[in-house]
């Protein structure tokens, strides 16, 4: 068979042929024949799709009006489809916003701000509104009523896929209940064998929005989630990209699109966390990639031979002998209170020396002599220009005994003087021999050198020079070099140029610069984690962690962790783990999560969990959440179920998870102690009794109170009732090894009690006394309470603030 490629290719003007069926498409035409990238991948996962959409959508809108949100989904069978019916109680839109908001893809207010919101893309709810035309060929169907307004706006619509605009069938105001709010309304083809995932998903969004309340009504199940708080989130705020998380070509798109002319004011202006001197630090940081630095060696002396005043002296012609002398003699004398010295330092020397003469004697050092000086003043800084022939051992002696004494310094005792030696030796002709005249190189560029001299020196020498060794060689030569005082090209320069650009995104990440402002997160914080989990979960204990803020891709981000352990949480089997992105459920591809990931790989054997093999998701009675808030999560796909693999944010996942098992660990081994003291003191329980009847049988002595004997073996604190009469004594005998903080209520019927003495107080009840004490007794220490009552009184004690098994009750 022909096929379609070799018809064409057989013919005159396939190009312009090809031409002609190429056209481009609309995003709504695009998703249209790609649904399954934002989730609508099956009638099940559609709806659930669609739900959490429209749910996202309802939460934002209330949280941006300070609206605590009350959020109502229902899910009807409708013939051959389901209706879903999502209502808030948030702000409302507008009559001109509210056709784009659900018939337009890719529009929205929050694309390009740096501040957190569960939908950023503007694609969520349209794409339901999409999904739904397409499956059941209805129109959605939304009503909106803003606060204050008489009546509400109703809407049938759908999207035009080839212009990507809503196509508005009815429009007309109505009533409705609701003083303000939204509703949409969708028929869609879909199911309900996701039914578990649709309650996962409305069940952990009311967790992480302890502050909302969530209702859930479908064919066979009605939920409902109260709010345990009023307290809405922190109100974000929009920041500026942090300089440590900026790529390459959004900071070339930043250098281009900016008003500013200099390096420091881009910085400022165009990044958040920058300031002055932050903007010169990053500077300081570029001119050593973009100039490189300035060697500096040790001058020499003026009175050796080879001295600099004999240099200049030579150097400066036709300008008197006594100006020729004082200018050399002067720059000579200044360069013996250098340690060391690089060229421009050099150069700025001769200059002011220069103009110093010039006033004093009266002629001029124009710039040919001043460079000729510079040039003759460094030749015999580095020991060369003599005349000598490069191969004598006499050139660059300078260079070779500075480079021996640095290389010395971070060198072992194991390398002898002559390995050094000849190290510097074939490392000073490197310098010397360079191009540049000024001994301007990049720390790569030294590194280089290093290199070349070490295999050399290991080849002809018979020494090792491994890598530790040649990387300190490098680091003690690039110390050792100035910083260069030339300004840094301008902004249009460096942005015209995708190697400075790219040596500018290098000082940036170099540069210490302080984390990135929260002001645009609102963290859920670990009290409130904690508040939801206890809200969904009967546990026996509950942690939480909140990370501080770190940044990736110019977007900073915080992470948070929360574990749920015992209680009526499911025993058998794999822990639940529930990730979070911005306070929305993460539904599907768990797998393919860096959370999920992130789990698997941390060792909770560690943590006194069951896990098999010591990697994988732990087994037995815990819940494991994951919250990360950002201004831009990195999701996998368009449809925002899985968390990329990025580095920096598995690294706070997995220290936000350890903070949080670390109590988990010392809660379970505290309650395994619980458990060994419990069994323990069963045992006596048993024991005692019958050897304290067997005592007494043998001594004859009244029966033996194995009460107080038991708490002193146990070290418990013993709370025993003495009444002697009218009067009644609670004692608190501490045989604890540190103190014990208590609170009794002894609860007295019959009778008024009258305390006599103790820091308590008395508070009557229906008939009943209520003698509340607290106290704190040291170890080895006892105290008393005492108080009177009449012969009629009855007693009920209880104690709080010790574990049931360290103490003993008699009373």
Known sequence: MTSHQSQLGGSEGIAEELAESQRSISIAEFFEKNKHMLGFDSGARGLVTAVKEAVDNALDACEEAGIAPDVYVEI??????YRLIVEDNGPGITKEQLPKVFG????????????????????????????????????????????????????ELIIDTDTNEPEIDVEETTSWERPHG??????????????????????????????????????????????????????????????????????????????????????????????GKTADSVIDNFRDRHYGREMAWTPPKAHEDADVARALDAAVANKGADATAEFADRVSDALDGYERVAHHELAALVDDVADDVEEKHDTTFGSTVRENAVEAGWNAVVGAGNGVDAADDQEYERLRADLYGM?????????????????????????GDAEDHRHRFTRDEIREFVRRAADATEEYDDATFGETARENVVEI??????????????????????????????????????????????????????????????ADFFAASTRDASVHGGDPF??????????????????EVMRFANRVPLVYQRGACATTDVVKNINWRNYNLDQPGGSGIPNGPVVIMVHIAST???????????????????????????????????????????????????????????????????????????DDTLARIMNNVLVERERDGDTVRLTIEN???????????????????????????????????????STSVSSGDETTLEYDVGDDAEFEISVEGLESERLTIDA
């Open 182 to 275: 939204t509703r949409i309304e969708l028929e869609m083809e879909a199911n309900m064998r996701a039914r578990n995932q649709l309650h996962d998903y409305i069940k952990h969004t009311a967790v992480v929005n302890p502050h909302a309340r969530i209702e859930l009504r479908e064919p066979s199940e009605h939920m409902k989630y109260e709010r345990v708080t009023d307290q809405l989130p922190e109100e974000t705020e929009e920041i500026r990209p942090h300089p440590h998380g900026v790529e390459l070509g959004t900071l070339i798109k930043m250098l281009d699109a900016t008003d500013s002319y200099s390096v420091s004011g881009f910085l400022q202006g165009e990044f958040t966390r920058v300031g």
């Open 735 to 773: 045989n604890s090894d540190r103190a014990a903080d208590v609170e009794i209520t002894d609860i007295v019927a019959g009778s008024e009690p009258v305390l006599a003495n103790g820091d308590a107080s008395v508070v009557e009840m229906d008939g009943e006394w209520f003698v509340k004490w």
């Open 632 to 706: 831009n999560v990195p999701f996998t796909s368009e449809s925002k179920d899985a968390v990329a693999n990025v580095p920096e944010l598995e690294s706070e996942i997995e220290l936000a998870m350890r903070e949080a098992a670390r109590e988990l660990k010392s809660f379970l081994k505290k309650r395994r102690s619980m458990q060994q003291r419990r069994e323990k003191q069963d045992k006596l329980a048993t024991i005692l009794p019958e050897m304290a009847e067997k005592l007494t049988q043998v001594t004859g002595s009244d029966e033996l109170d194995i």
């Open 104 to 155: 337009k893809l890719l529009y929205g207010s929050r694309f390009h701000k740096r501040e957190q919101n569960r939908g950023q893309q503007g694609i969520g709810i349209s794409a339901a509104v999409l999904y739904s035309q397409l499956t059941s060929g209805k129109p959605a169907k939304v009503t909106s009523r803003t606060q204050g307004s008489a009546d509400a706006e109703y809407f």
């Open 76 to 81: 009807q069978e409708a013939g051959d489809y």
């Open 407 to 431: 290389i010395d310094e971070v060198t072992t005792t194991q390398k002898d003087d002559a390995t050094i030696q000849g190290l510097a030796d074939r490392l000073a002709p490197k310098f």
């Open 477 to 538: 030569i690039w110390e050792a070099a100035e910083r260069v005082p030339d300004e840094p090209p301008n902004v249009n320069e460096i942005g015209d140029d995708r190697d400075v650009s790219s040596q500018l995104m290098e000082a940036m990440r170099e540069t210490d610069i302080i984390s990135p402002p929260t002001d645009c997160l609102a963290p859920i914080n670990a009290e409130l984690i904690e508040e939801g989990l206890r809200k969904e979960y009967d």
């Open 558 to 575: 915080i992470v948070e962790a929360g574990l749920a352990y015992g209680g009526d949480v499911e025993a058998e089997g794999k822990a």
